[in-house]
């Protein structure tokens, strides 16, 4: 096969395959190659979507255990799982969304290869496929797409059984009895949140001293004790020595920052340290696209690289390693390249975890405010005075506005608390337009909804909420 079109997108993750879709309806002839045998990447595989696919079965399981009593509903009996059915639901939703993207391509006209893509020529990729033939493909641009996987600790390769990552986490065919997640992260606490509900022991060790290295600090406190209180075992400020596969078992050595090592025996350990960009094979070197010291590829604003007509985004060039920054590059990309385009500010991603309660965040955090010593103003509002949060018996949690002190306008926001992942994407508009929080506390919120909680923040920020 020898082919010339005008987009070449290397990867059918969130970023590429939105990106190719895009340009398709820009009238640029598009081919995607990608590697695996579905479209969609790591995020609709064996990330994003079968994640939240176990996060809501292992809900629902929680609710039947004992959650529904309060609401006056008895189940009767023992309630059984049925990880099977469980992990089969779970795959047809996958099956569903990735049958999704190729009606999507058939629809825009966007052409499929599968195979290993190499960059062999500024306009030309090479791709091997399963049969071991090579098909030459020219294209006046190249759009690199190639997203993340999951980072090894150094020393300790990931074995599939006893050592695994999130992809092997996501399908275990039993429970195990007892769990060690190294890294309090996003991925460790959710699929920790996971095998916590089905009857493992899970414990999480964590290098920093507190959950989700990063966030608000305020906002990992509360989930700290939340999470505690659900029956995660939080091993924080400890690091993980030493790890020996012994049969069945993994002995791992713990060193807190504070005392003696320790032992811990259990059946599987998650390694969710983080994940590392996917560079490797792709012929950059030989093209003169040298990756920094993070092993990202640079990139300019138009997501340009060093080299004319080859351009990189999502995960590969670093920020958020979010699916959604990476379809947002994907579009502003290829809109760039016809003359079009916004901008994509990394400040203004959102990030959520999907445990219970979800936990949300966008912008800057308190810490980074007074490291840089700029003057602002908090609003907060709990979830126990929402009167909507009062009828579906989700009270945990809090709303916190961060606003300039001088311009009233909104740094960042932090939520946990019920649907915190859908009431940020309030917030990021307001950020996104420049809005105040004066002008978010003026728009009128539908009574009673959980989104009053984000009004009475905005109206906090002055000292005048209504309802606390």
Known sequence: MSETCDLIVIGAGPGGYVAAIRAAQLGLKTIVVEKGPNLGGTCLNVGCIPSKALLHSTHLLEMARGGLAGHG?????????????????????????????????????????????TLTATDTVTVLDDAGVRHQLQGKNILIATGSVPAALPGVPFDGQRVVSSTEALA?????????????????????SVWRRLGSAVTVIEFTDNVLPGMDGELRKQAARIFKKQGLQLRLSTSAEAMEV??????????PAVGEPESLVVDKVLVAVGRVACT??????????????????????????????ILAIGDVIGGPML????????????????????NVHWNRIPGVVYTDPEIAAVGRTEESLNKEGIAYRVGKFPFSANSRGRAVDQTE???KLLADADTDQILGAHIIGPQAGDLIAEVVLAMESDLTAEDMARTCHAHPSLAEAVKEAALAVDGRALHV
């Open 323 to 342: 699916a959604h920054k990476a379809e947002e590059e994907g579009v502003c990309a290829v809109e760039r390249l016809v003359g079009q385009g916004g």
């Open 73 to 117: 509903i008895r189940c009767g009996g023992a309630v059984e799982v049925d990880l099977d059915a469980m992990m089969a639901r779970k795959q047809r939703i996958v099956t569903q969304l990735t049958g999704g993207i190729d009606f999507l391509f058939k629809k825009n006209k966007v052409t499929r290869l599968r195979g290993l893509a």
């Open 172 to 192: 275990f065919s039993q429970v195990p009895g007892r769990l060690a997640i190294i890294g309090a992260g996003v991925i460790g606490l959710e699929l920790g």
């Open 280 to 309: 490797q094979s792709l012929g950059l070197e030989g093209l003169g696209i040298a990756l920094d010291g993070r092993g990202f590829i640079p990139v300019d604003g138009n997501y340009r690289t060093v080299v004319p007509g």
């Open 397 to 399: 949690g809090w709303v």
């Open 246 to 255: 012994r049969g069945d078992e993994v002995a791992l050595t713990l060193k």
